[in-house]
């Protein structure tokens, strides 16, 4: 009976995702607006929506550093119409730094395709003295515990990455947490905070308009748009490497066959050409893996991000 059971239970699954979609679907991203992860859910939404014959239509769902978004997708109904934009802060960082999450990455989350690489660049606000790294550390380390730097909130991957700085020059400033990018880029470029490190998306504009000042990049090379800033690495911190990225992500449970839809829907649409001129104006890396390739991806950033939070001693707030 139980064998039974599971053929119909497969049976049943198939033929929801022979059908699927037949309303549109409701993509969660789990930070305030203004930020990579919205750009990149924007991205791939458009293009999705177009193959899906449905509109994967974006839901803002800011705090606790994507906890409050991640609990409710956690809980929905496995039927792929409840999906979420998962990040390196959410799914390889918080679960080392928050013990009482209300669930668990691993257990509660499907993953269903690694959809984008951004790197990670670290910025000063136009009247920071510090035209790179090095006059930075300088700076901080004149004036201790002096420089505030913002984030998307605690445990996000900007926190991680400043605090992961912070470990390797040894120098003492100050995190202030927001509620998403956005609101961290308010305060930045109004110069009420000096600092910070998010993807490349955000802060291009701001780089652009002279309000910010890129300082290093956290990629192991230089990137192509700017070429004369140099990386973590050649500034003097060997093996430094940091970056954000993106994928999609469903309530545990959902049908495979579904699941499969949605992978298969992501990899088309990570080639297409609008996306990938979106993409490369922000030296991004469309990617549109397979589900199997993104949880290995997630458990591999899972033990080095678990590394740097145990040596850092990031707590919770």
Not at 134 to 148: C, H, M, S, Y
Not at 173 to 185: D, E, R, S, W
Request: hydrophobic share 45%; net charge positive; aromatic share 6%.
């Amino acid at each position: 009976m139980k064998a039974l059971a599971l053929i119909l239970a497969a049976v049943a699954g198939a033929a929801a995702a022979q059908s699927y979609p037949t309303k549109p679907i409701r993509l969660v991203v789990p930070f305030a607006p203004g930020g990579s992860s919205s750009i990149v859910a924007r991205s791939f939404a458009a293009e999705m929506s177009k193959a899906l014959g449905q509109e994967m239509y974006i839901e803002n769902k800011g705090g606790g550093g994507g906890n409050v978004a991640m609990a409710d997708v956690a809980h929905a109904e496995p039927d792929g119409y409840t999906l979420i934009i998962g990040h390196v802060g959410s799914l390889a960082m918080t679960p080392f730094i928050e013990k009482n999450l209300g669930y668990d990455v691993n257990r509660d989350f499907a993953a269903v395709s690694l959809l984008a690489k951004v790197p990670n660049i670290f910025v000063v606000h136009e009247s920071v003295p510090a035209k790179n790294l090095r006059e930075f550390v300088a700076l901080a380390k004149r004036e201790p515990g002096k420089l505030n730097y913002g984030s998307a909130g605690n445990g996000s991957a900007g926190h991680l990455a400043m605090e992961y700085l912070k470990l390797v020059t040894g120098v003492d400033i100050q995190h202030v947490p927001y509620k998403g990018t956005g609101p961290n880029l308010i305060d930045l470029v109004a110069g009420r905070t000096q600092a910070t490190s998010a993807g490349t998306p955000p802060l291009m504009p701001h780089v652009k308009s002279g309000k910010l000042r890129v300082i290093a990049v956290g990629t192991p090379k230089r990137l192509p748009s700017m070429p004369d800033v140099a990386t973590v690495a050649e500034q003097g911190y060997p093996g430094f490497e940091t970056s954000q990225w993106y994928g999609l992500n469903a309530p545990a449970k959902t049908p495979p066959a579904i699941i499969k839809r949605l992978a298969d829907e992501a990899a088309k649409g990570a080639k297409t050409p609008a996306l990938l001129q979106r993409f490369a104006a922000e030296d991004a890396e469309a990617v549109g893996s397979s589900p199997q390739e993104y949880a290995e991806f997630i458990a591999k950033e899972q033990a080095r991000w678990k590394e740097v939070i145990e040596r850092a001693h990031v707590k919770a707030d």
